[in-house]
């Protein structure tokens, strides 16, 4: 990999596509020095979701101090790094002007490369930032509030998306389904706190996972969020109360059965037996048990990484930044963002 012969291979990553300003610096795209998380979680908390402009602005705010102590716990300076990565897609657009902006400044002042990654494939990259790491080829499932797709990897530069939600993402649901149930932002982590209390065999929820004759394995999630709202409002009309704590058990382990499902038949149809876990709702316990589960009694080998690499960071966005650098791959001034893939 020439950029990094002869150095560390030190990159700066940005990821600055929703509500984390983040920064971290990564040597030779496995190695972690550092990183910084600004969150924004409590900000936009009052409002039970995320304001794109209250984002935005946020990140104008937090992003130098973020990198001035990203570099500073990595011990390195400018003149040390190969180059810089920086999401610019999908995402919210005026929180990713603001990475991508400040990316540029940096790649100009120090006369150095920068990419342009994409934030969806950066997710499948935490899992090479920890041991044991994944060879290709392997089946990625990235799940997270805005996406929930199934991808087979051949290696760095072929991946081929073969299932993703045709409506509101994994993540997104749990978003949905805890504000039904009172429960606050964000979500996910709420549904999971809460889970471990109730019964996961409460409800016989809808399976969110389509059938497809054309081999793909996507899934419609707005069709479950639905049936627990019905289910509230039956359970209403009828004076009857409801068992929050199960609401958020059964729920919780529909959809965890449903993603492991179609992981794991993907995988066997595909002729893959490793599986990469990525993505916010990789976080959640009921997720990972079942993979892990699913793994123990058959054949397949599965890549979770540490919670604190599942949800948004700079890391997975240096690690992925890294490939395109050491191939001597270099993004220009004019480059945009885009709110899609």
């Not at 009052?46 to 990595?74: C, F, M, N, Q, T």
Request: charged share 20%.
């Amino acid at each position: 990999m020439a950029c990094a012969a002869g150095s560390r291979g030190l990159v700066l990553g940005i990821e600055t596509s929703c509500d984390e300003t983040a920064v971290a610096v990564v040597g030779r795209g496995t190695e972690q020095l550092s990183g910084v998380v600004a969150s924004q979680v409590e900000l936009h908390a009052k409002y039970g979701g995320i304001v794109p402009e209250v984002a935005s602005r946020r990140h104008v705010e937090a992003i130098v101090p973020a990198a001035v102590e990203a570099l500073d716990r990595a011990g390195v300076s400018g003149r040390d790094l190969v180059g810089l990565a920086v999401t610019n897609r999908p995402g919210l657009v005026g929180s990713l002007m603001v990475g991508l902006a400040f990316a540029k400044s940096l790649a100009f002042a120090w006369d150095l490369p920068f990419v342009a990654v994409d934030h969806v494939l950066a997710h499948v990259y935490a899992s090479f930032l920890v041991e044991p790491r994944p060879r290709f080829p392997f089946l990625a499932l990235v799940v997270s509030g805005g996406h929930t797709d199934l991808l087979v990897f051949e290696n760095h530069d072929e991946h081929r998306v073969i299932g993703q939600t045709r409506d509101d993402a994994a993540g997104e649901a749990f978003d949905k389904v805890a504000r039904l149930l009172g429960l606050g932002y964000p979500g996910g982590p709420a549904v999971d706190r809460l889970a471990p209390k109730g019964r996961p065999d409460a409800v016989d929820w809808p399976d969110p996972r389509l059938d497809d004759a054309q081999g793909r394995f996507d899934f419609s999630f707005s069709g479950l969020k639905t049936a627990v709202l019905y289910h509230l409002k039956r359970q209403e009309a009828l004076g009857r109360g409801v068992c929050v704590p199960d609401i958020a058990a059964s729920f919780q382990a529909r959809v965890a059965a449903s993603l492991a499902g179609a992981a794991f038949a993907a995988a066997k149809e595909h002729g893959l037996t490793r599986i990469v876990i990525a993505g916010g709702v990789a976080a959640n316990s009921g997720l990972r048990r079942e993979m892990v589960d699913r793994a123990a009694r058959g054949g397949v080998q599965v890549f979770i990484p540490p919670i604190w690499l599942c949800t948004d960071n700079a890391a997975m966005v240096a690690a992925a930044g890294y490939v395109r650098l050491a191939r001597g791959e270099r993004d220009d001034l004019g480059t945009s963002v885009f709110s899609h893939s």
